[in-house]
């Protein structure tokens, strides 16, 4: 009876609590997803010579005056332009030198918190404002979030685009019908196709996504957000016919990137050698000539390698494909980030929790979360179709985010905790 008198007053005192406004919770995480971002880059001191991979390479050979290539005396489309051109331009105008690398940090890190903005707004067209709080303090404190404005690499750019472009599809579908959200999709991918090759069949995919949704009378509008995306693309592309001799729509790393995933010692992730080409192989690789035309002839040699590969070792195939799957749904315990546990915990946490909100969601995941569910599905048979990276998995993680606050929130309510009134609103 004491117990019950106890439980029956705090009830009491909870209900007289003011319920706090949603707005200023936002504005909580948002300002909490700031200071870790920033206190992450000062922890890590990252801007101190750090790794500017490929995107590098090329910014200095164009710095160099030998144009966008990989190598001096070839011209290149091997990287999609955007992060290339981005770093081009802050090295030429503002040197390379631990403060400009400061600076671009910095911006990455409000582009996190803009993530983290997105993410609640998607929330809030799917779910709740429970939900939604949920998934953006998620996405303000997970490690693999906070850690991304720490690399100088385009991914703190297309996770974003490739978010909102999700966002803006949820939007026009449920809500608006318009011209402002159509024209939104098309420049979030046109942006996201200047990093991502591959974002061509999403841009196709969430056109047709507003056709089917919402009728023949959206033809048109799916129609400008692929002109629009093809309109910021088609300098690139014509760059390429030019250069090249051949109209690479993004890149051309394509069939490279086959091989990786799909010759005889493949480990799933992008760990490759070229010694690993047999004698044929590099007889064929080595004699090609080294004109404008070596990267389209590279990525032509390379995807018959990995298609004759797939066609001569079939079971070798399933098992390889296998792997490729628990390694980027799971985690990688042969990478050397994937072993760190600030990832691989978090990530495997994140992973069995979007589970069970898919499950709990499983009536809506090909109506209302169609967009969100497409893109997952996709980025799992790309991994699978080429090879496993943590930062392929962490470009879809925002979207488990959505399905992990389900779990959360159904979690809580059991429990009994957020569900008496004033702690948090609905």
Known sequence: MLFLKSESYMHKQLKMLPTIAPRKLLAAILLMATLLRVLSIYV??????????????IAHNMLAGHGFSMYYDIPSAHMPPLYCYLLWGLWKYFGESPTTYLALELFQALLGVLLVLVVYRLSLL??????????????????????????VHSISIYILLGVAAVYFTVHYVQVSHSWRDAICIGLCMGGLLLCRAEAVVLLCAYAFILIVRCGRGSTSKALVTCLIALACLAPWTIRNCRVLGYPILVSSAGGFNLWVGHNPHASGNSD??????NPSQRARWEGQS??????????RLFTSFAINYMRSQPKAE???????????????PTHDK??????????????????????????????????????????????VAVFALPRYRIAIDPFLTLF???????????????????????
């Open 126 to 151: 799917l779910a709740s404002r429970r939900v939604a709080l949920i998934a953006a303090t998620m996405v303000a404190v997970w490690p693999s979030f906070v850690y991304l404005c720490d690399q």
């Open 44 to 57: 890590l001191h990252s801007y101190i010579g750090p790794d500017s991979w490929e995107f590098g390479t």
């Open 272 to 277: 490759y050698s070229l010694d690993d080409l």
């Open 338 to 383: 994937s072993r760190r546990v600030l990832y691989y915990g978090p990530s495997l946490l994140l992973t069995f929790l979007a589970f069970y909100g898919m499950w709990l969601k499983r009536s809506e995941l090909l109506v209302s979360y169609l967009p969100v569910t497409f893109t997952i599905v996709f980025a799992v048979l790309l991994a």
């Open 290 to 299: 080294r004109g404008r035309e070596y990267e389209i002839n590279d990525d």
């Open 318 to 332: 399933i098992i390889l494909s296998a792997r490729k799957f628990f390694f980027f749904v799971f985690f990688d």
């Open 404 to 426: 992990a606050a389900q779990a959360i929130a159904r979690g809580v309510e059991k429990v009994g905790g957020l569900r008496q009134p004033g702690l948090l609103p609905v």
